[in-house]
């Protein structure tokens, strides 16, 4: 079956998208006339997180092509939401772990889940359920899959092996990790296929032995709210700035010794338990807390550098929502953005701390550099686009339905 969106090609010298003259929804409904109505099951859809917001634009995009979806999450109270085909089932928590201000981890297994999806399944059964976390929600979806004989796909976001490895005990560190991918591989286990953001996550996922048919679901931005024309700075400054979590696992306290001697303006955007102690090292930085939409979209306009030091996510849609606005982002090599930016073209993918001031200082010194892949970026940020990214997710759903 032919799809509108050709696979996302990358070497040293391109990555290559490209898409049908038809148009996405008469696409849609030739590549989808088995799917009717899907169940995605997941432990955070409101939250500041980048999971949650690919889930979000999943559940946007879906409601606009009219295709039934039953959200099942958390929130602070039982409620449900009805956003045309969309439904949003939000149950309260019970007995949960505040980890980070605005993100909770619900402890145990919510059953009261099934009387909704029983009711669900009678009036019109799920052709497909994805599990999108592999936490408490991710389980009551995987057990309840599984008892109705429902086609399950899952959709990997986070390195938790990583995030738990990390703040264990350096002598547990490595049983930590291992066990940690002993329960990814067994949650996954009974999905028709597992599908990461790039191809350097997926590739994680096979050296990991995951057993599933294994491909890609990238992901979108909205370039008419990231966008170069916000900028409104008139100085000559040089503006670096950080966005994301203020957290361990982003490596944030790689950010002082990075700008050390820089001399260019520093943004922290975003907030989380490491803000204290960058406040004392980064005495000159501006601090704004989380931002969000257009006030987000100008902060990034007025930037001209985005440090990533993270390497444990596994795409960085900051990264993406810079270089739509412009921005030349300065990305740590591993897992996530250094997958699918080109560096020295629209980004420097470095090494280390010592890495990153290296390719800062080069930008902040080099007018036409920065000017060039300033362009170089947002172009390349066009190629993204959400409708066509849901599309691949799509065609998943269709396969795993058709199997089962």
Not at 220 to 236: E, F, K, M, P, S
Not at 303 to 321: A, H, K, M, Q, R
Not at 324 to 338: L, R
């Amino acid at each position: 079956m032919k799809l509108g969106i050709a696979p996302i090609v990358m070497d040293s010298e391109e990555l290559v998208m490209t898409v049908d003259e038809r148009s996405f929804e008469a696409e849609v409904a030739a590549s989808d006339s088995t799917i009717s109505r899907i169940a995605l099951f997941t432990d955070t859809f409101a939250e500041v997180n980048g999971a949650a917001h690919t889930l979000r634009k999943v559940a946007e995009t879906v409601q606009g092509l009219g295709i039934g979806l039953d959200v099942y999450t958390y929130g602070e109270e039982n409620a449900v939401e009805e956003r045309g085909s969309v439904r949003i089932l939000t149950f309260d928590h019970r007995l949960s772990r505040t980890y980070y201000e605005r993100l909770r981890f619900e402890l145990v297994p919510d059953f009261r889940v099934g009387e909704t999806w029983r009711r669900a399944m009678r009036e019109h059964p799920y052709d497909v359920v994805h599990l999108a976390t592999p936490g408490s929600m991710g389980l009551v979806g995987r057990a309840l899959a599984n008892r109705s004989r429902r086609a399950l796909v899952g959709t990997y976001h986070t390195h938790l092996a990583d995030y738990g490895a990390m703040r264990s005990s350096a002598a547990m560190r490595k049983i930590i990790h291992g066990l940690s991918w002993e329960f990814l591989r067994w949650f996954y286990a009974p999905c028709v296929s597992v599908l990461g953001p790039t191809e350097g996550v997926v590739e994680e996922l096979r050296r990991r032995r995951f057993r599933n048919q294994l491909g890609v679901f990238t992901r979108g931005i909205d370039l008419d709210l990231y966008n170069v024309a916000r900028r409104q700075r008139q100085d000559t400054d040089v503006v670096t700035s950080y966005v994301g979590r203020l957290a361990p696992e982003k490596n944030v306290r790689f950010l002082p010794d990075i700008v050390s001697g820089t001399q260019s303006p520093v943004w922290i955007i975003g907030d989380g338990p490491e803000r204290p102690w960058l406040e004392q090292k980064l005495h000159r930085a501006r601090f704004t807390g989380y931002l969000f939409g257009e006030q987000l979209a100008n902060a990034y306009a007025d930037s001209d550098l985005l440090l990533f030091p993270s390497t444990t996510d596994t795409f960085g849609n900051v990264v993406l929502e810079a270089m739509a606005s412009g921005v030349v982002p300065i990305v740590a090599k591993g897992p996530g953005p250094s997958d699918f930016v080109q560096h020295g073209e629209n980004a420097f993918i470095c090494e280390g701390p010592d890495g990153m001031r290296d390719a800062m200082t080069r930008l902040i010194r080099n007018p036409e550099l920065r000017l060039n892949m300033r362009h170089n970026a947002r172009r390349f940020a066009e190629r993204f686009d959400w409708q066509h990214a849901v599309q691949q997710l799509l065609q998943h759903y269709r396969s795993a339905a058709v199997s089962r």
